[in-house]
């Protein structure tokens, strides 16, 4: 292993820098890139990435957990109680009914908190990340847009009973 | 001032402004610069551009969503000052975190420093004029920043630290791919070095540029790779260790020099030294299984009181001083930046030097404007 010894004191010939240049050119040239070829080919993403927030819409209870734990608030939801009448059960049952659930991707700084307090398995990280807008306002995904990323959420992260 | 004939040859002082805007300037700092012709006589950094108030937003933040500031402050080196934060928050409310969890961490902040480094061993090249390196280094990165993605989820902002330990353990056979990652880095680094280390054109640029002598890297509160450059022989990872570093035997790079050179060696040397620590750790983690991080109660809240940690980051050493009434947000969170004490020395570096001189020096000092400015 290199410790805290100085090298500098073999300095190569003048001029031989020049010609290991053009080798290395050379070298260079024939070798294959590193580069990986993006839109042609899709980059493979670890299932941790955090690319996208997805929203399975059947588990949000709108509880609010996520929206107040967000350190800069881009998630906005709105509900409204909704009773319904269960079959075989004594009394009416009261439910929360999503009427809106935003996420702001142009204040979102991916920090992955809503997606770990989220108690009912209704958030969920998806690897995609090619979802840039020309205008910022399309940057704000409703329920809807947030559902369609479900379908590329890994299935190691999704919990029994979700497709 | 003169004018007519003499006005050509009357000598006068121009002030001239690097920044906050020049490419050179990797970020927002900007230099006030006085020069004579093509002398430097007077340097005054004006930092401030990028400030957004880390410190007092932390005062309203609980610690997971402090995790994504102190890893946004400086972003070469994420890990480290998550950890940073992490580690305070657990001395003042006393939880020992798992093991596993330790040597997790340790061998993530290596990694991480070897990020950092090559960063610098890419950027520093192509600021005075070497374009390769730069492609050298960021093909060594991918190889890390897969294996950083795949563990955390981030390939820049972690997000991985959280008090009492991580927040999750590594995806199974992730030892083994970080290994392999570490191996091709450190084979990847052979062509860099060989690139630089006897480089004529380097060398002519940076050897004898920029001299900081150890008495005055000292009294600016110079630390980490800049300081060691300079003879100041200081690692926080050996003289106070923290995590399990007393553990490891942390071999402390060091130079006499203290120039431009002498720095850009510290940091190309000091990769080796973190592969070898990296992979180190990661022998000790394959051997040590259990849980990663210690059950907290839902709203944590540290104890009241106040505690200062200080680690070696990447870029030198960074303290977080805590003080806790007892909330879930800190009352105070005060950081102690490497980067903010590093550039206090450029106002006397850089007097007496010529301006292309001024770019190998700033260059040279390796700090991150967001670590400046926080």
Same mark, same amino acid.
């Given at each position: 292993?290199?410790?805290?010894v100085?090298?500098?004191?073999?300095?190569?010939?003048?001029?031989?820098?020049?010609?290991?240049?053009?080798?290395?050119?050379?070298?260079?040239?024939?070798?294959?890139?590193?580069?990986?070829?993006?839109?042609?080919?899709?980059?493979?993403?670890?299932?941790?990435?955090?690319?996208?927030?997805?929203?399975?819409?059947?588990?949000c209870?709108?509880?609010?957990?996520?929206?107040r734990?967000?350190?800069?608030?881009?998630?906005?939801?709105?509900s409204?109680?909704?009773?319904?009448?269960?079959?075989?059960?004594?009394?009416?049952?009261?439910?929360?009914?999503l009427?809106?659930?935003?996420?702001?991707?142009?204040?979102?700084?991916?920090?992955?908190?809503?997606?770990?307090?989220?108690?009912?398995?209704?958030?969920?990280?998806?690897?995609?990340?090619?979802?840039?807008?020309g205008?910022?306002?399309?940057?704000?995904?409703?329920?809807?847009?947030?559902?369609?990323?479900?379908?590329?959420?890994?299935?190691?992260?999704?919990?029994?009973?979700?497709? | 001032?003169?004018?007519?004939?003499?006005?050509?040859?009357?000598?006068?002082?121009?002030?001239?402004?690097?920044?906050?805007?020049?490419?050179?300037?990797?970020?927002?700092?900007?230099?006030?610069?006085?020069?004579?012709?093509?002398?430097?006589t007077?340097?005054?950094?004006?930092?401030?551009?990028?400030?957004?108030?880390?410190?007092?937003?932390?005062e309203?933040?609980?610690?997971?969503?402090?995790?994504?500031?102190?890893?946004?402050?400086?972003?070469?080196? *994420?890990?480290?000052?998550?950890? #940073?934060?992490?580690? +305070? /928050?657990?001395?003042? @409310?006393?939880?020992?975190?798992p093991?596993r =969890?330790?040597?997790?961490?340790?061998?993530?902040?290596?990694?991480?420093?070897?990020?950092?480094?090559?960063?610098?061993?890419?950027?520093?090249?192509?600021?005075?004029?070497?374009?390769t390196?730069?492609?050298?280094?960021?093909?060594?990165?991918?190889?890390?920043?897969a294996?950083?993605?795949?563990?955390?989820?981030?390939?820049?902002?972690?997000?991985?630290?959280?008090?009492?330990?991580?927040?999750?353990?590594?995806?199974?056979?992730?030892?083994?791919?970080?290994?392999?990652?570490?191996?091709?880095?450190?084979h990847?680094?052979?062509?860099l070095?060989?690139?630089?280390?006897?480089?004529?054109?380097?060398? *002519?640029?940076?050897?004898?540029? #920029?001299v900081?002598? +150890? /008495?005055?890297?000292? @009294?600016?509160?110079?630390?980490?790779?800049? =300081?060691?450059?300079?003879?100041?022989?200081?690692?926080?990872?050996?003289?106070?260790?923290?995590?399990?570093y007393?553990?490891?035997?942390?071999?402390?790079?060091?130079?006499?020099?203290?120039?431009?050179?002498?720095?850009?060696?510290?940091?190309?040397?000091q990769?080796?030294?973190?592969?070898?620590l990296?992979?180190?750790?990661?022998?000790?983690?394959?051997?040590?299984?259990?849980?990663?991080?210690?059950?907290?109660?839902?709203?944590?809240?540290?104890?009241?009181?106040?505690?200062?940690?200080?680690?070696?980051?990447?870029?030198?050493?960074?303290?977080?001083?805590l003080?806790?009434?007892?909330?879930?947000?800190?009352?105070?969170?005060?950081?102690?930046?490497?980067?903010? /004490?590093?550039?206090? @020395?450029?106002?006397?570096?850089?007097?007496?030097?010529?301006?292309?001189?001024?770019?190998?020096i700033?260059?040279s000092?390796?700090?991150?404007?967001?670590?400046?400015?926080?």
């Amino acid at each position: 292993m290199r410790g805290a010894v100085c090298h500098d004191e073999c300095m190569r010939l003048p001029g031989s820098g020049l010609v290991s240049g053009l080798v290395a050119t050379a070298r260079t040239a024939a070798r294959r890139a590193v580069t990986s070829q993006y839109p042609e080919h899709e980059p493979d993403l670890p299932e941790r990435s955090r690319g996208v927030i997805a929203l399975h819409e059947p588990n949000c209870t709108s509880c609010m957990l996520c929206a107040r734990e967000c350190p800069d608030w881009c998630i906005y939801i709105d509900s409204h109680k909704e009773t319904v009448e269960v079959e075989g059960a004594a009394r009416p049952r009261q439910v929360n009914v999503l009427d809106r659930f935003d996420i702001d991707f142009s204040l979102c700084m991916y920090c992955g908190i809503c997606v770990d307090v989220c108690p009912f398995d209704a958030l969920f990280w998806a690897p995609d990340f090619a979802y840039a807008e020309g205008d910022i306002r399309d940057l704000l995904h409703d329920k809807g847009h947030l559902g369609e990323w479900m379908a590329n959420v890994p299935d190691g992260a999704k919990p029994e009973g979700v497709e | 001032m003169t004018v007519g004939v003499g006005a050509g040859t009357e000598p006068t002082d121009m002030v001239l402004n690097i920044g906050p805007q020049h490419p050179s300037t990797h970020g927002v700092l900007r230099l006030l610069l006085r020069v004579d012709g093509e002398r430097v006589t007077e340097c005054e950094p004006v930092v401030g551009y990028m400030h957004r108030g880390a410190e007092k937003l932390y005062e309203v933040r609980d610690f997971r969503q402090i995790m994504l500031l102190a890893n946004r402050h400086d972003w070469l080196s *994420a890990f480290s000052s998550e950890l #940073g934060v992490a580690l +305070a /928050a657990e001395r003042l @409310a006393g939880i020992e975190v798992p093991e596993r =969890a330790v040597w997790l961490r340790m061998a993530l902040a290596e990694m991480n420093r070897v990020l950092n480094h090559l960063m610098f061993l890419g950027s520093y090249p192509l600021e005075i004029g070497a374009i390769t390196p730069m492609f050298y280094a960021f093909t060594e990165r991918e190889r890390l920043q897969a294996v950083m993605e795949e563990a955390s989820g981030g390939r820049v902002h972690y997000m991985y630290n959280c008090v009492g330990g991580l927040k999750s353990d590594v995806p199974s056979g992730w030892e083994g791919r970080a290994r392999r990652a570490l191996d091709e880095v450190e084979h990847g680094m052979v062509r860099l070095d060989k690139m630089l280390r006897h480089n004529e054109i380097f060398a *002519a640029r940076t050897k004898g540029v #920029g001299v900081l002598d +150890a /008495a005055t890297a000292a @009294a600016f509160g110079v630390t980490g790779p800049v =300081a060691r450059a300079s003879g100041l022989d200081f690692d926080l990872r050996r003289d106070e260790p923290y995590l399990a570093y007393p553990e490891l035997d942390v071999p402390v790079v060091l130079r006499a020099e203290g120039d431009c050179h002498a720095r850009f060696m510290v940091l190309l040397d000091q990769v080796q030294v973190s592969i070898d620590l990296a992979r180190q750790c990661l022998e000790r983690l394959a051997g040590t299984p259990g849980p990663v991080n210690v059950k907290l109660p839902k709203i944590f809240k540290p104890p009241v009181g106040e505690t200062y940690v200080w680690t070696e980051n990447p870029l030198g050493a960074n303290g977080y001083y805590l003080v806790s009434r007892g909330e879930k947000t800190p009352w105070r969170l005060k950081l102690r930046t490497a980067s903010y /004490a590093n550039v206090q @020395a450029l106002a006397t570096l850089m007097t007496g030097c010529l301006i292309p001189d001024m770019i190998a020096i700033l260059g040279s000092m390796f700090f991150v404007v967001g670590d400046i400015d926080k």
